[in-house]
């Protein structure tokens, strides 16, 4: 009933399922209806919205499989999937494949990968890295993986290991095998310098070469298998290899179907065949072969065969077989090849024959060192043998034919083996074999149209392995279920020991098949025969063909195979011609030949080799000693040797823990990333991934432990439910859940599920949270539309209201409107009758007004008759007046004209030549005083022209009074005449007369005018003419100047913006440069260590190799020691006890190898010192770039630098002479002490000293004031300077042009208009300039008033600043001083530039104020000495007197109190002196004991750095070279002694860092280079080394600092690394966020929080606690800074690396809880005051990486926003987080394949590498900055805890 319940719980309408299809296997439909008990069939839709009716079958009445939910799709691992059956295996294969590109799928314990026939990059030496040390199952599944759990298993539990890869032809097994080996080679390394793990990799191409070939599935396809066991040692690291191989197809070498090639060494010949050491071979192209042509595809697109050739002669030099044996071996197989050209012609029916001089079988005896004659005759004859006789039998020509290739296959797998036998010896060592890995590589469950013997081989392994594989499945879930006390039953799986007892058993078909090679007439028909009646009605396995006799058909665990009889006797024969053999054995001049044959009889397996050595024995099959080797009848035929071999191989996987690794071939048509569905199932059924499968589904396949499933499925329990234990709570809630007991099983640690339970879990999962959505969603959108509704109803109110008030603004409107008409026509009909009445009246106006008119114009006419009359006498006299007068002034212009036009052109002349002369604007920009003196003289000139142009006025006006005078008179007279002209009327006819000949003087007098006033004119348009061309020179000149200043300008601007870009780039530059440089100086130092970390562990593996010592560790191959290359003799050499052991196994060590080490330490010294010099270099430049940057900086500072200086020699000056006068006064007191009146304590020595200390501090005061007078005086003289070069720049070229300007148009002006207006201009000019100079005075004295106020301010301040304390007096001076000159400066720069000449006056001014305040201070300096001087006088008078009064008594009783003076102690000069003996005590007690735990904890930090320095600088003071010498050397060796020792230890690691850091700064400190003594104080500079230059041991010491910083981030990241995950990755920093999924087999580490779990808050505790370490050891600041960007780059980097190979992390949740621990981080930072340090940008990849889980990823905005958002990720990093992603929850949605197209569209323009993942083992160059130590070395005291007594102060 229950289970009634669930069908129909599950198959309801919506429910998604899996439906048989022809196409595509299986296909995806949903159910549109829901199904009920009873129902015949249901009721489909497919996804491309077709409705079908799928009938159940009515016997089982099964319904199809259920589709996992979205959420299980794309898992990792397919056992971790709900419903396990065929169609969800092969669609989650899909998902991941073509969605994800992912190609590795973990199914169980098998490892499912899937050809992507594309180079993909996730297999570097980064990506080996990132699986190194990992859990299986915590990372994506990988090859790489399996490989690192089959190496942790060999170390944790003893055991050999097995990884098995397996798949069928093209589906990757080699190229699996080669990633396995790469691993092994990578993460273990070897032991000695043979370099084991380079070898086994560099047999992969030969036996490619040798034993691969085209065919019509794969372009490098195996034609054999093989095992290779991989060998280590106790230490697990590499230390030799063996190779088994199996089955060679043999028969490749003579035939090829279409479109296959023969083996690839053949074709690598012939493309090689021009060099000239292959002219000997005689070969031409492979077209020419027929064993090279038969397939018609002799190229391989994109594979180069000639330079496949040099790749394999160079595996062949790697693995010691020499050039002579190379070429012997292609001798050989130019031998075959030609071999397969000799034609065999028809003699007759029997007999064949050979034509004379054949030049192929000429070309093959030459090769091979045999007769012609005896190889043509046995190729076409053939040896009988009986009892009595030997016969010698022709051989027909198709025999012929077979028996040469059959002699062509023996030959290659003579070689074959051969070659094999060779590799085993390259890699087998003498060391002994502690454990080893195997990886097999075999050929695949194989069914062909036509399958042979071949196939029949192959599918008899698979049939095996596939047995061994379902038992120790089988096995492991026994383990599991007995482990968590699990009831257990009996799971029914396949067995196929009945197929395999077909095959091997007793009268099997093996049997069968042997016992027919012996018959002497047996035949493939009578084997045929035997088997139908041997199996045919015995055994269901076995079938016979409908329509054939001569084949068979076996059912494998794969499918039905079909095997065809023709040739199996032959093959498993494989016989071939004595006689061929001993022609070619007896081959005299090819040695190679001969041993190819000479052990033929030796071999124990199919191809020849012998069991190895060095711990192989075990599993070897011994010889049988009953066996007779020269009788040919009891030779093994094939099929027996490969079962044999088989079996042996059976026997040794059994002996080992097996690794599966399952490949699978995608498509037939080798499409990238093609997935074909019908092909994946096929193979899927043969390799058993489905049969694991099937046995997981039977049992509980779906597990989770209790705190998971908690987690998971919290949201079904009620809060009554929990409870507090866990166990009890899921065990409660599962019984409500689901009622079915059997559904569910409780182990001790996990709840197990039957197959579908998940689902079903999950399903009512996503149903009560799709219960709550709704509910959140009802409730905020019934909050929606009531916030809608409620908007639209005031929306209508308001709509209504506007629309009410419209209506009757609408209607007062219309009355207005119609209240207006009626107005309107009111004024329109008024208007109308006004116009008429106006018209009417203006008719009658107009009448009378023309009428008036008429009468007017009658009168007025008359009367001007009358004035015209008067007017023209009136005309006529003023003309005849005015002609002389004219004529006068005309006369007079003209000559004045003409003189000016000579002088206007003679200086028109000369300012066109200054105009173009250089020299001219050079004098116009002289100085500013000398224009000043120019202009005052030329204001002195102008006026005292001023004063002649007065003189001349005042003459011109007299005698134009004298004038007026004298024309008043002829006036008068004229008035007279005219008077007398009236009284004589009678005289009108002489009157009339003269008025005629008037008229004619008129006419002349005009045309003289008119030719005057054209004469002026023309000279007025040439004047102006010439006024318009100066004037367009003058803009020319000065449009020019102006581009020449203009372009000056720019240019300099320019160049100053080009030179401080070039700056900056050669900056940048040699800062990278340098940062290279570094880099590579410290990984050469690494590179270093490491060689001398090899060459310990040879002289360990030396000494150890007579002791064998229990157990075994794994360590890191890349463990480096901390020996320097700079090593010194020294007798004290003696400190290490192991020197003397190490020297006798030194001894015994190969001379060779120690040659080697000694060359490469050379090499690398050499190379070493080349690179320092090239740092030293780049440092030079670098300094010298920043040099010439700080030039103008100081030139910048050059006022505040005078300042210094100025103070620096006042102090000087002045406290020598106060020192001087103090030491005189301490000498009067002392001398006069024994007195009681000058005695310390008295009153007047108390009031003396008062006034001395006050007169002291006013003395300081005066001193700072002058100071401070004196620098303002020199900034002032500078801006003055400046300012005065300024305009000399700027002003002279503007005051000449306007002087020039004005000049010239003022003379043209009195040329044009005449005298007077010329003198009233000047009078103009000077008014003008006496109210400019009128107004300039006023100013002045304006200033001059504000001048005299600022001083008497000055004053005031400076007495108020008396006033002050001493400490407040400089502060409050400076204050006011720069505050009133920065606004004095903001004052000039915003006035125009005419105030100039103001600004100068003034700051002159100023200055001599200055001056005069400097003077009064010094005049105040002077009088304080003076009364120094008086109070010094009386001090000594004082005591005169009291000695004088005191009695000898009280001198004895009064004890004499000296002053008390505080001194430095003058013997103690900072060194310590030692005995030569005392040295090793000195090392060993403050390097090799002190613990920083313990007595360093205490100590000032750095104190072992001062105690030997102060050791060291006494050594320099005695000029003892030796302790010198000896004391650094013993300081460095202990130190690397020390770090050795104990190098895992943080605190020793960071002590001594901080301590060899001091050393360092000690040694610049107090070497005497002026880059470091600028900082010591003169004490200090007291103590600097005086005899030796110590700059080649700072350099020593500095690669000792680089050393251990590095061995420090070591550290850290050996204490960080398994933090990092576990906190920043899997741990819920915030609870809740993120829900568990379902897991599958392999173990997955959990996110909730268990004992031991590392959280985010751990490695917060961790970076406090190196910080809190390094900051008590002193170490440097920017040493802690430079540490912190390491640490947060490792974290970054594992992170983000963790990330991009985890599927399982890449969500949105995952997002949030990311960003949410790097700001944890970056809290910290914040907290440490490491915000600058760059650490926070080295997170910023992770960052992003971060955001991009949690942005949106759907439309092409969302892509644009990734691309500009994810610019410290790479394309390949992005592209794999968005192929990673995976929703958690089926409300998320995945990231789609488009989209994930258009991301790579966009960023395919980037230039990156294409690297996936970040170097973990990258290190920053340090370096170490100059920090000088202001620690005085007279005053460090050694405390007694360090048992340094034997140290003397001196």
Same mark, same amino acid.
Request: hydrophobic content about 35%.
């Given at each position: ?774 509910? &959140? !969603? +009802?409730?905020? %959108?019934? =909050? @929606? *539309? /009531?916030?809608? #509704?409620? $908007? ?79 007017? &023209? !006498? +009136?005309?006529? %006299?003023? =003309? @005849? *007046? /005015?002609?002389? #007068?004219? $004529? ?84 008068? %007279? ?877």
């Amino acid at each position: 009933m229950n289970m009634n319940r669930e069908l129909e719980y599950m198959f309801v309408q919506c429910a998604r399922v899996w439906i048989p299809d022809a196409e595509e296997v299986w296909k995806s439909a949903e159910l549109t209806k829901d199904f009920k008990n009873g129902d015949a069939s249901l009721q489909l839709m497919l996804e491309d919205g077709t409705s079908i009716e799928h009938k159940l079958d009515p016997k089982t009445k099964n319904l199809p499989y259920l589709r996992n939910p979205d959420i299980l799709v794309g898992e990792n691992d397919l056992t971790a999937l709900s419903y396990l059956h065929e169609p969800a295996v092969l669609h989650n294969l899909k998902v991941r494949f073509i969605d994800s590109k992912l190609i590795y799928t973990y199914c169980g314990i098998v490892l499912v990968a899937i050809n992507p026939y594309e180079t993909l990059g996730i297999y570097g030496t980064d990506i080996i890295n990132a699986y190194s040390g990992q859990n299986m199952g915590d990372m994506d599944p990988h090859i790489f993986a399996v490989a690192e759990e089959a190496y942790k298993q060999m170390a944790r539990d003893e055991r050999n290991q097995s990884i098995i890869v397996s798949g069928e032809s093209g589906a990757g097994k080699t190229v699996s095998a080669k990633y396995a080996m790469r691993y092994f080679a990578t993460v273990s390394g070897s032991t000695s310098e043979a370099n084991v793990e380079q070898k086994v990799l560099a047999s992969n191409p030969i036996m490619e070469a040798i034993g691969n070939a085209k065919t019509t599935r794969n372009d490098n396809s195996s034609r054999f298998g093989k095992y290779i066991e991989i060998g280590f040692d106790t230490r697990y690291r590499i230390i030799g290899a063996n190779m088994r191989t199996y089955l060679l197809e043999k028969s490749r070498v003579v035939f090829q179907a279409d479109e296959e090639r023969n083996y690839h060494i053949f074709y690598q010949l012939c493309a090689s065949s021009h060099l000239p050491e292959f002219k000997t071979l005689k070969l031409s192209s492979a077209n020419d072969f027929l064993y090279t042509r038969q397939g018609r595809s002799p190229v391989i697109q994109g594979v180069d065969d000639t330079k496949e050739l040099s790749t394999t002669r160079n595996a062949f030099t790697l693995l010691g077989i020499n050039e002579s044996y190379q070429m012997g071996l292609f001798q050989v197989l130019a031998a075959i090849l030609h071999l397969g050209n000799v034609e065999i012609k028809d003699r007759d029916s029997d007999s064949s024959l050979i034509p004379p001089n054949n030049r192929h079988l000429t070309a093959f005896c030459e090769l091979v060192g045999v007769t012609y004659q005896d190889m043509s005759q046995w190729l076409c004859h053939r040896k009988l043998k009986t009892a009595t006789e030997t016969y010698v039998k022709t051989l027909p020509r198709l025999q012929a034919t077979n028996a040469r290739d059959a002699l062509a296959k023996h030959i290659y797998a003579k070689l074959f083996n051969w070659i094999v036998e060779h590799v085993n010896k390259a890699l087998i060592t003498n060391i002994k074999q502690h454990s080893f890995i195997g990886v097999l590589d075999i050929y695949g469950f194989e069914t062909f149209e036509i399958n042979s013997f071949e196939q029949f081989c192959i599918n008899y392994a698979n049939e095996k392995l596939q047995q061994q594989f379902n038992m120790h499945v089988f096995k492991l879930e026994q383990e599991e279920y007995m482990k968590e006390q699990i009831p257990w039953t009996l799971i029914d799986f396949y067995d196929n020991q009945p197929c395999i007892n077909l095959i091997e058993a007793k009268m099997g078909i093996l049997d069968l098949l042997d016992e027919e090679c012996k018959m002497p007439k047996g035949s493939d028909d009578s084997w045929a025969q035997k088997l139908y009646n041997t199996h045919l009605k015995t055994c269901s396995l076995f079938e016979k063909p409908r329509m054939s006799n001569r084949a068979f058909i076996i059912q494998h665990f794969a499918d039905k195979v079909e095997y065809q009889c023709e040739g199996f006797l032959e093959k498993n024969k494989d016989t071939v011609n004595e006689d061929q053999i001993n022609v070619l054995k007896a081959s005299k001049k090819f040695d190679l030949l001969v041993e190819l044959f000479q052990d033929e009889e030796k071999a124990t397996s199919p191809t020849g080799q012998v069991p190895g050595t060095g711990g192989r024995t075990r599993l070897s099959i011994k010889p049988d000693k009953g066996r007779d080797k020269s009788s040919k009848e009891h030779k093994k035929t094939v099929g027996c040797q490969f079962r044999n071999s088989l079996q042996m191989l059976m026997d040794t996987l059994n002996a080992t823990t097996p690794h599966y690794v399952r490949c699978i071939k995608p498509n037939d048509f080798k499409l990238a990333f093609s997935f074909d569905p019908k092909r994946a199932v096929q193979q899927l059924r043969a390799c058993g991934v489905l049969e694991t499968i099937r046995i997981s589904a039977a049992g509980f396949p779906s597990r989770w432990t209790y705190q998971e499933f908690f987690s998971r499925y919290r949201v079904l329990m009620k809060q009554k439910d929990v409870l507090s234990d866990k166990k009890l709570t899921c065990r409660n809630v599962l019984e409500k859940l689901v009622e079915d007991q059997d559904k569910y099983q409780f182990g001790k640690t996990k709840i197990f599920f039957r197959a579908g339970q998940v689902a079903y879990l999950e399903k009512l999962r996503a149903d009560k949270l799709r219960v709550a959505c709704i509910r &959140i !969603q +009802k409730t905020i %959108r019934c =909050w @929606l *539309a /009531r916030k809608k #509704y409620l $908007r639209k109803r005031s929306a209508a109110i308001t709509i209504q209201r506007f629309t009410r008030g419209y209506q009757a603004r609408c209607l007062a409107k219309f009355m207005r409107r119609t209240q207006a008409a009626t107005i309107i026509q009111k004024y329109q009909r008024m208007y109308v009758e006004r116009k008429r009445y106006r018209q009417k009246q203006a008719a009658a106006l107009v009448m009378q007004t023309i009428l008036r008119a008429y009468m007017a114009r009658q009168k007025y006419q008359g009367l001007v008759r009358e004035h015209n009359a008067v007017i &023209i !006498q +009136k005309r006529v %006299r003023g =003309w @005849l *007046a /005015r002609c002389w #007068y004219k $004529r006068c002034l005309v006369s007079l212009v003209y000559l004045q004209c003409c003189f000016r036009r000579m002088k206007a052109r003679r200086e028109l002349k000369k300012l066109k030549i200054e105009a173009r002369s250089v020299e001219h604007f050079k004098k116009l920009n002289k100085g500013m005083e000398n224009k000043i003196m120019q202009l005052q003289r030329r204001i002195d000139e102008q006026s005292k022209d001023n004063r002649s142009i007065n003189e001349k006025l005042v003459s011109l006006e007299t005698s134009s009074t004298a004038e007026r005078e004298r024309m008043r008179g002829e006036l008068s %007279r004229l008035r007279g005449v005219e008077e007398d002209a009236k009284n004589k009327g009678n005289q009108v006819t002489s009157l009339l007369e003269q008025l005629e000949k008037l008229r004619k003087e008129l006419s002349s007098t005009q045309k003289e005018k008119k030719t005057i006033e054209d004469w002026a004119q023309t000279y007025r348009d040439e004047m102006e003419k010439m006024v318009s061309e100066l004037k367009d020179q003058n803009c020319s000149l000065k449009k020019e100047k102006d581009d020449l200043n203009r372009l000056i300008q720019e240019q300099s601007q320019q160049m100053t913006e080009k030179m401080a870009r070039a700056i900056v780039e050669k900056t940048q530059q040699l800062e990278t440069d340098l940062n290279e440089e570094r880099s590579r100086y410290q990984n050469l130092l690494t590179e270093h260590l490491r060689l001398e970390e090899k060459y310990d562990d040879l002289k360990e593996t030396m000494v150890s190799s007579n002791v064998s010592k229990p157990g075994h560790r794994r360590t890191d191959s890349t463990h480096s020691s901390n020996e320097s290359e700079y090593t010194y003799n020294s007798e004290y050499a003696e400190l290490e006890e192991g020197s003397r052991a190490a020297e006798d196994v030194t001894r015994g060590m190969d001379t060779s190898l120690t040659l080697k080490l000694q060359k490469r330490l050379t090499e690398l010294e050499q190379e070493k010192q080349s690179l320092r010099n090239e740092l030293e270099n780049r440092e030079d430049q670098f300094q010298r770039a920043r040099a010439r940057d700080d030039v103008e900086f100081k030139k910048a500072r050059g006022a505040e630098l005078e300042y210094e200086s100025l103070k620096r020699q006042e102090l000087e000056s002045e406290n020598k002479k106060l020192k001087h006068d103090l030491v005189e006064i301490r000498r009067s007191l002392l001398g006069n002490a024994a007195t009681g009146a000058g005695a310390p304590g008295s009153p007047a020595y108390k009031v003396v000293l008062e006034q001395l200390n006050a007169s002291c501090e006013e003395l300081e005061v005066r001193k700072e004031e002058v100071l401070i007078l004196r620098s303002q005086l020199v900034s002032q003289k500078e801006a003055m300077h400046h300012k005065d070069e300024k305009e000399t720049m700027t002003e002279p070229s503007a005051y000449v042009e306007d002087v020039s300007k004005l000049k010239d148009a003022g003379e043209l002006k009195q040329a044009y208009i005449g005298l007077k207006d010329t003198n009233r201009l000047l009078e103009h000019q000077l008014q003008t300039q006496r109210r400019g100079y009128d107004s300039e005075v006023e100013s002045l004295r304006g200033e001059l008033q504000n001048v005299k106020e600022e001083n008497n301010r000055q004053q005031q301040l400076l007495a108020q600043n008396l006033q002050l304390p001493p400490e407040a007096r400089i502060e409050a001076s400076l204050q006011h001083e720069i505050t009133r000159l920065t606004n004095e400066n903001l004052e000039l720069l915003a006035e125009d530039p005419t105030a100039s000449r103001e600004a100068r006056v003034t700051i002159l001014r100023r200055m001599v104020d200055l001056m005069e305040q400097l003077e009064k201070q010094d005049r105040t300096i002077r009088k304080l000495k003076k009364q120094l001087k008086v109070y010094s006088k009386r001090i000594g008078e004082m005591g005169a007197q009291t000695e004088g009064q005191t009695s000898p008594g009280q001198m004895v009783d009064e004890p004499i109190h000296p002053v008390n003076i505080p001194r430095r102690e003058k013997d103690f000069q900072g060194m310590l002196e030692y005995k030569k003996e005392d040295e090793l005590k000195l090392v060993k007690n403050l390097i090799l004991e002190l613990k920083p735990r313990g007595v360093a904890v205490n100590l000032i930090p750095g104190l072992p750095a001062y105690i030997l320095f102060m050791c060291l600088r006494h050594a320099d003071y005695v000029n003892d070279d030796q302790k010198v010498r000896t004391l650094l050397t013993s300081t460095i060796n202990s130190i690397k002694k020390i770090l050795k020792k104990r190098g895992d230890d943080f605190e020793t690691v960071s002590f001594w860092l901080s301590n060899t850091c001091r050393f360092l700064h000690c040694l610049k400190q107090y070497s005497g280079d002026e880059a470091f003594i600028k900082h010591n104080t003169q004490r200090q500079n007291e103590h600097i080394l005086s005899n030796f230059d110590l700059a080649e041991y700072r350099q020593v010491i500095s690669d000792l600092a680089i050393q251990i910083y590095q061995q420090l981030i070591k550290c850290m990241e050996n204490i960080l690394q398994p933090m990092i995950v576990s906190g920043m990755l899997e741990h819920e920093t915030i609870q809740g966020v993120s829900g568990v999924k379902p897991t599958g087999l392999r173990k997955r580490t959990s996110s909730i929080v268990d004992e031991g779990t590392y959280t985010l808050d751990s490695i917060l505790r961790q970076l406090s606690a190196f910080h809190s370490t390094m900051c008590q050891h002193g170490t440097d600041p920017e040493l802690i800074k430079q540490v912190v960007k390491q640490q947060f780059y490792i974290i970054g980097a594992v992170t983000l690396n963790n990330l991009l190979l985890r599927k399982d992390m890449c969500s949105w949740s995952k997002g949030m809880q990311i960003r949410y621990n790097v700001s944890q981080l970056e809290e910290w930072l914040r907290d440490k005051g490491l915000m600058t340090c760059g650490a926070k940008e080295t997170l910023e990849p992770l960052i992003q990486a971060a955001q991009l889980l949690q942005v949106k990823k759907k439309t092409d905005e969302d892509a644009e926003a990734i691309c500009s958002m994810c610019l410290a990720l790479t394309t390949a990093q992005i592209v794999k987080v968005l192929n990673l992603y995976t929703p958690v929850n089926e409300f998320e949605e995945r990231v789609s394949v488009a989209f994930i197209r258009t991301i790579q569209t966009r960023l395919r323009d980037r230039c990156e590498s294409p690297q996936l993942l970040m170097d973990t083992k990258m290190i920053y160059p340090v370096t170490f900055p100059f920090n000088p130590s202001s620690l005085a070395l007279e005053t460090i005291q050694i405390p007694s805890s360090l048992n340094l007594s034997f140290l003397t102060r001196v």
